[in-house]
């Protein structure tokens, strides 16, 4: 378990200084793309959203007058 943690962390290590390298040297195309990836959020957002309040056991409900015999 130890080792697997090391190399987890060693890989992302790596990916961290790839993607500053990449974006260090290409900034001003990341930064055109910026504007996509917010409206590219939005629906992804809407399709992976957990729906936690959707849950049956936290509905609430609402008694009437009408329904009281």
Do not use: N
Request: hydrophobic residues 45%; charged residues 10%.
């Amino acid at each position: 378990m130890k080792w697997e943690r090391k190399w987890t962390l060693l890989a992302v290590s790596f990916g961290v200084i790839a993607a500053f390298s990449v974006l260090r040297e290409h900034w001003a195309h990341a930064l055109g793309l910026a504007p996509y990836l917010l409206l590219l959020a939005c629906p992804l957002m809407h399709l992976f959203h957990g729906h936690g309040g959707h849950q049956p056991g936290q509905q609430q409900h609402h008694v009437s007058t009408d329904d009281i015999s």
